[in-house]
Nanobody
Framework: QVQLVESAGGLVQAGGPLRLFCVAS???????????MAWYCQSPGKQRELVAL???????DYASSVKGRFTMSRQNSRKAVYLQMNSLKPEDTAVYYC???????WGQGTQVTVSS
């Protein structure tokens, strides 16, 4: 099991940037136990949905709604993954969760609010 702690989100104006990070309790990309990591978001009344994914080999994939605006990266030495969010829109407002794919390991969630 991996414990995940996310950075604080925040309130940002539309068009602005915000960077989230998530720190894991152990190395998340070790050769012996490679892990795919992801960011999900959940808005009130909606299901949690995938925002971005990074595999143990460094490949990334993004929801169509954020492609070109969000970038996910990882830094194994710091046991961390990052989500750089640019050109934020009010519809990006949600609670964002860090997740180890194919596991029950989730971060506590962090609120991101984008004002128009």
């Amino acid at each position: 099991q991996v414990q995940l702690v996310e950075s604080a989100g925040g309130l940002v104006q539309a068009g602005g940037p915000l960077r989230l990070f998530c720190v894991a309790s152990r190395t998340i990309f070790s050769v012996s136990a490679p892990l795919d990591m992801a960011w999900y978001c959940q808005s009130p009344g909606k299901q949690r949905e995938l925002v971005a994914l990074i595999t143990s080999s460094g490949s990334t994939d993004y929801a169509s709604s954020v492609k070109g605006r969000f970038t996910m990266s990882r830094q194994n030495s710091r046991k961390a993954v990052y989500l750089q969010m640019n050109s934020l829109k009010p519809e990006d407002t949600a609670v964002y969760y860090c997740h180890v794919e194919k596991s029950d390991d989730w971060g506590q969630g962090t609120q991101v609010t984008v004002s128009s």
